[in-house]
Structures are given as C-alpha cells and as structure tokens.
C-alpha cells in the first residue's frame, strides 16, 4: 500500500494556506497511487475552530475519496475541556478519532485534558492506530497499540525546539524498532502560542526492512510537498524472523509497574 | 558424565582462594595520597573488554585487575563489566585454543562472504554451560571482592551464569568498596537463543541505593524492553548498569535498540560495558558508553562518552551530575506525566490478558 506523510513549511501559518497546502498534496498523493496521506500535529491550529477545520478537511477528502487522510491534529474544546486531538477522514467521514493521552510540559501549563484510550482502524491490510505528538514520548503507547495488534502507526508530531535528529529518534524511530510496526511521522514546523516547533517528516520501519538498515524507508529532503513509501506488512513478518522483541516480553516481570510501586516520575 | 569431570576441572583450575591471593599480591593498595579525591560528582568507568581465552585463572585475573587500575586511578567510583564475562575461561579448557582457532577462522570465512557470523559454533558452547557455571561463579566473585576492597570502588561483576535447582540464569553482581557482595540481578529478558537452550530468567527487578546513588544492573536484552528502565526508574534508579555482548556485526543503528532510547525515556544515566571479539565462531561487537538524557550531553546527542571502537579494549570514563538529572527530570518537556485511567485498561487488555 503506498502511504505519503506531508513536509510542512515554516510559511503555512493561516487557514488559507493551510488549504492551499492540503489541496496540493492530495491531489498530488491521489496521482501518485497514495492510499494514505499524514499531516503535522497542529496543522489545524490556525483554523477559528476544531469544527471549522473539520468541516475543511472533510470537503477535501470528497475530492480523492479513495485516501485516507490523517489531517495533522488541533484542540478540541468539549464541555469546557481542550484536548489535542486527531482523527482519520476518508471521503467525507470521520472514521477515528484520537485525543493525546499523555501531556508537554507546555500542554500542561496551558491546562489541556488527556484522552483515555487509544482507537484503531483497518485501512487496507493494516490495523491502524494513531499516536499523537506528546504520545510518540510514551512507550506503553506504542506497547499497548503494537500488543492489541496495530502494524501501522500514524503520528502527526509537534516537537518544541530547534530541529534535532536524536530527539526525534527518541520519539517514533524508537518505539518502531522496539516493536516492529510502520509508522508515517509527520513533522510540525512553526511557532504556536509563542512556541517553537521543528522536526523532520519520517517513514519508518523495522531496521531489516529498510534497504540501508537504517529504519527509514523515506526522510524528508529538500522542497517537497511529501514523502511517500509502499508498505507492505509481509515485510514485518519476514522481519520479525530476525529480531522480535515482543517474542520475549515477560509479563510477570511487570505486574509492579502498575500496582503498588510510587512513581517517581 | 562429561558435564561432572569439566565441572570437577573448572574447580580443579579457579581455586578462589588462590585467585583472591593472587589479586592481593599483583594490587598493592593505593596510597591515600594517590587516590583522586571525590567531588559531588561520581566518576564511573565502563569496561569494553576483548574476549581471551586465558590458560589460568590467575591471567584473568591480571586482565580484570588492569581494567580496575586504571579506572581507579582516574578517581572512578564505580566500575561496570560486561555481560558473559567469564567467556575467557574457555581456554582453561585442554585443546580449547585450537578448536577456537578453528571455528573462528570458519566463522569469519563466512562473515566474509556471507555477511554475517550466524550463530555457528555456539553448540560447542552451551554443552558447557551448565558444567563450568558454579567454579566461574566462585572465581570471578573471589576476583571482584579483592579488587573492590583494595581500591575501594564499587564493581559491577559482569554476568556470569548462576547454577539454581530450577535451572541456569544469565546474572550478574554488584560488589562493595568494602569487597562485600551487594545484591545480584538475574535477567529478565532473554534473547531468542538463550531462551531456545533454556536458560531461566527473572520475573523481578531491583534496585540498590548507594552513596553513590540508586543502581539497577538489568543485564542486555533488557536494554530492548522500556518495560525494565520504567520499573527501575519507578523504584528510584538514576543509574541503570547495562552489560552487553553482541553476538552481531556492529552497526550503529542496531546498537541504538539498546539503552540509548531507553535513558531517553527515563530520564536516568545508562552505563553500558561490552564484551568483544571472537570465540567459539562467534562475532561479538560494541561500543561500551555513558549516556545521559539528551539535554544533559554536550552534543545534545545522550551521549556522554562512549568508545572509539567496537573491537578491542576501553575504559570509558565520565562523571555523573545526579542533581543536573534530577533537575533535567523536572524541566522535560516530554517526561513526568500519567493518565492512570489510559494505564489500567493497558494492563488489563495486554500483560495481564490471561
């Protein structure tokens, strides 16, 4: 299945070019075969409202109805409570839904809310979950999505400060090697509420699939609208033959992580 | 049969009592003068050390000693071994020397057009297990004890196999300054090929506070699992001991599943010593490192020192700042938070399926 993730720019900063950016992309996606397109976490952040930048999305999705669009995320406002929240969109119908479970120090201090379980979808041959911005940091996420099944991870991020390829790995690349899933990430540029964001757009995979043995089956380089990549989950079966973590996990050893133990965190 | 006479050999050949003397009469104890004098910070050194057969226990003990001079002369505090630390005691083996020549002259022949060592030999190797695991228990705890004492650091012993009713364990100790033996850590996660001979693993985890701060030593595969760094950090940890032997050709990516990403997520300091070279026709590789929360390394990369190679011997040394961690852990951005509710159901729905 062939799967794009969108390269922001630093310029889209209004719900105009924020259109202009989505309607270049997936009709360029679309012409290229792409099933499955991810925008950054915040993308919507310029819209007057989560509603508005719904409705938006899901106009542009009735135009390329065979993708599957994961819009980026926005805040979600819902009885007085703001979450971050993403969701998946395929021909004008909201088919997932996500609110990020764990909270940046900024998401705190702003008094934002945390979702309370993660959601999956099939789309084409993959089980499908997406694990939003501050969830990438959290490995029980990524424990618990590839656990009940998930081999395709979609992660729109927001990552504060200047661009560094060792934090962004901490993120995504290592929760895909550590449980051998797909994931498409993709890379939030911009300022938002007097915060700096940057990171790179990012297709990964288990090492073993990836021709450099690198885990990056796509990186983003360069003026380009996306990057794109087929995946195919027979590759992670094949994979797994060589290195399976989850192969060895040993659940009796981790009763204590979420019982009587204080955290210390 | 063959297991009881190699068993009765290994204890014929590492007497520990000979090998503690041994130790005392090679180490004299250092001057006060000499000795560096402790900051706020702790100095620790990990140990990358190439595997050698040794004829006698007495040689390895001379090897082991070098490694714990030397990082006791630069004021280290703590000193970590690697994993299958007793590997060297093959060569007290008769004929040893020459099958290992040979399998490994086998090995690297088909690494060469291959790509990779794969596991061969290994068969050679587990029919000993069993048999050699109490006397190269007993030796390198007698070794360790003595060196501890003399240069009054803590020693993270390396694994060792530990021979229990139930089985074989891969595990590893941590020593006092005072030469008193601290706790012992089994492993928990096995890799692919230990599970298969059977080796035993742990379903628990400890801690250990010391003046030097709070230390788990979960021991390489448990690198692989967030699951051991978040139990540790849970009990109090800031410093996680990892020892490793790779038996893999080196590649930076794949030596980033370890416990790069996992100091990353928890915010302690991880000290990885690694075991290197060939034996038995197998290939191992790694850099021994001290890596730290990103924010806390010079290059914003983690690491705080590692290795230049991932052959041969190193004494990797830093200093650890434990009030920079604390505070690191207080200023992350994405580090600290819980959402109990998300967590219970991921308990109930996944590890305690069942």
């Known amino acids: 299945m062939k799967t794009a993730v969108a390269i922001w720019q630093d310029k889209i900063n209004s719900p105009d070019e924020v259109r202009a950016k989505f309607s270049r992309s997936l009709e360029q996606a679309a012409r290229e075969g792409a099933r499955l397109i991810v925008y950054p976490a915040l993308a919507g952040s310029s819209f007057a409202s989560y509603k508005e930048y719904q409705d938006t999305v899901l106009g542009l999705s009735q135009k390329h109805p065979q993708l599957a669009i994961c819009p980026g995320s926005a805040l979600e406002e819902e009885d007085g409570k703001i979450y971050h929240t993403s969701f998946l969109v395929q021909n004008g119908r909201v088919f997932l839904k996500q609110r990020q479970l764990y909270l940046a120090k900024w998401e705190r201090k702003h008094g934002f809310c945390r979702g309370s379980d993660l959601a999956f979808a099939q789309i084409g041959p993959f089980k499908t979950a997406i694990i939003l911005s501050t969830d990438v940091f959290y490995p029980r996420v990524w424990r618990y999505a590839a656990l009940l099944g998930a081999n395709l991870i979609l992660s729109p991020v927001a990552i504060r400060g200047p661009e560094n390829l060792p934090t962004q790995i901490k993120g995504v690349w290592a929760n895909v090697q550590a449980n051998l899933v797909f994931a498409l990430e993709s890379g939030f540029k911009g300022e938002y509420k007097g915060i700096r964001f940057s990171s790179k757009s990012v297709i990964h995979a288990p090492l073993a699939v990836t021709e450099n043995d690198d885990g990056f089956l796509a990186i983003e380089e360069g003026p380009r609208e996306y990057i794109i990549a087929e995946l195919n989950p027979a590759q992670l079966q094949e994979a797994s033959r060589e290195f399976d973590p989850l192969r060895q996990l040993n659940p009796a050893a981790y009763t204590r992580l979420y019982s009587e133990v204080s955290r210390h965190a | ?354």
């Open chain 2, 1 to 354: 049969m063959l297991e009881r006479w190699i068993e009765n050999y290994f204890t014929r050949k590492l007497n520990p009592q000979k090998l503690a003397e041994h130790v005392r009469r090679i180490n004299s104890t250092p001057s006060k003068e000499a000795q560096p004098k402790p900051s706020g910070n702790v100095k620790v050194a990990c140990i990358q050390k190439q595997v050698i057969p040794v004829e006698t226990g007495e040689e390895y003990a001379e090897r082991i000693s070098g490694f714990v001079k030397t990082a006791a002369q630069q004021g280290c505090r703590l000193v970590v071994f690697p994993e299958y630390n007793f590997f060297d005691f093959f060569g007290l083996l008769p004929g040893f020397k020459d099958l290992n020549r040979y399998l490994n002259k086998k090995a690297k022949a088909k690494t060469s057009s291959h790509g990779s060592s794969g596991n061969s030999g290994t068969g050679a190797l587990l029919t000993l297990f069993s048999a050699v695991a109490q006397p190269t228990e007993a030796a390198i705890l007698a070794i360790i004890s003595q060196l501890a004492e003399i240069y009054g650091v803590y020693i993270y012993t390396g694994s060792y196999l530990v021979k229990e009713t139930e089985g074989l364990y891969n595990a590893g100790s941590l020593v006092g300054p005072d030469g008193e033996l601290i706790g012992t850590q089994k492993k928990i996660h096995l890799t692919d090929f230990e599970a298969e001979i059977g080796i035993c693993r742990s379903d628990s985890l400890a801690v250990f506070p010391l003046d030097i701060g709070t230390i788990a030593i979960p021991i390489c595969m448990d690198a692989t699992y967030f699951e051991t760094f978040q139990l540790a950090r849970n009990l109090g940890a800031d410093i996680v001991v990892i020892p490793i032997a790779n038996n893999e050709e080196y590649n930076l990516w794949r030596a980033l599943r370890g416990i790069w990403p996992r100091v990353q997520e928890s915010y302690v300091y991880g000290l990885k010593a690694s075991l290197n070279g060939w034996l038995g026709g197998m290939h191992f590789t790694g850099k021994a490192g001290i890596f730290a929360p990103i924010e806390l390394t010079k290059k914003k990369d983690g690491v705080v020192a590692i290795a230049e190679n991932y052959q041969g011997d190193a004494v990797v040394v830093a200093e650890l700042d434990l009030a920079r961690l604390a505070q690191a852990r207080k200023d992350a951005e994405y580090y600290g938070d819980s959402n109990p509710a998300f967590e219970a159901e991921l308990y109930a729905k996944t590890y305690g399926r069942g």
